[in-house]
C-alpha cells in the first residue's frame, strides 16, 4: 500500500551514462514533482507536473528531462550523467491547493562515478 | 519571494530535554506552514501543518503555533526521545502553490 514508490532505490553509474529514475504514486493526487537533495541535505525543487502539464521548470541542465505519461507516473531521465548529479533524489505528490501537503517517495541515491 | 529561514543545527539534546527549532518565513499572501521529519535513509514525511494564523499544529507530542504578527512557526517538543533524533524541515506552500523548504535542521538526542 505504498503511496509514493520510486525505483530505483540505488543507482550507481560511470560518468557519460544515461538512466532513468521511475515515479508512481496510488493517492489519487494530481500533482507530482522531483526534487535533489544534495550532501548537506538542502532540497531543491527541479520539476513540477499538474495533470500531465509541465507547471514548474526551475533552472536544470537540460540533460534532465521529466516525462508524465499519466496523473499517476513521472519519471526522470538524465543524459551524459556528471559527477555532480550525485544526489538523492526525491519524487513527490499533493492535491493542487495551498492547504495540501506534499507526500515524499523514499528516494533514490544516485551515485555518478 | 516566498522564502523560509530554519535554525541551523546540528542540535544535540539529552533525552527529556525539551526542543526547540526556530522557523521564520517570508511571504506574499497567505501560505500554510508545514513542519517535515526525515529520518536515515528515508524520504520526508509530514509532522505537522497549520494553514491559517493562530492555528496550532500538533503530531507525536511536536507543537508548532502559525504567528502571523512574528512570521514564525517555531516547532517544539516537551520531552524528546532518541527515536526523534532526525533532520527537521520547515515549510511553506505559498499563493503559486510552490513549496519552499528551509535547509534542515538535525537533531541527535542522547541517552
Known sequence: DTAVSQTPKYLVTQMGNDKSIKCEQNLGHDTMYWYKQDSKKFLKIMFSYNNKELIINETVPNRFSPKSPDKAHLNLHINSLELGDSAVYFCASSVRGPNSPLHFGNGTRLTVT | ?111
Open chain 2, 1 to 111: 519571494g516566498d522564502s523560509v529561514t530554519q535554525m541551523e543545527g546540528p542540535v544535540t539534546l539529552s533525552e527529556e530535554a525539551f526542543l526547540t527549532i526556530n522557523c521564520t518565513y517570508t511571504a506574499t499572501g497567505y501560505p500554510s506552514l508545514f513542519w517535515y521529519v526525515q529520518y536515515p535513509g528515508e524520504g520526508l514525511q509530514l509532522l505537522l501543518k497549520a494553514t491559517k494564523a493562530d492555528d496550532k499544529g500538533s503530531n507525536k507530542g511536536f507543537e508548532a503555533t502559525y504567528r502571523k504578527e512574528t512570521t514564525s512557526f517555531h516547532l517544539e517538543k516537551g520531552s524528546v526521545q532518541v527515536s526523534d533524533s532526525a533532520v527537521y524541515f520547515c515549510a511553506l506552500n505559498g499563493d503559486r502553490n510552490q513549496f519552499y523548504f528551509g535547509t534542515g535542521t538535525s537533531l541527535t538526542v542522547i541517552p
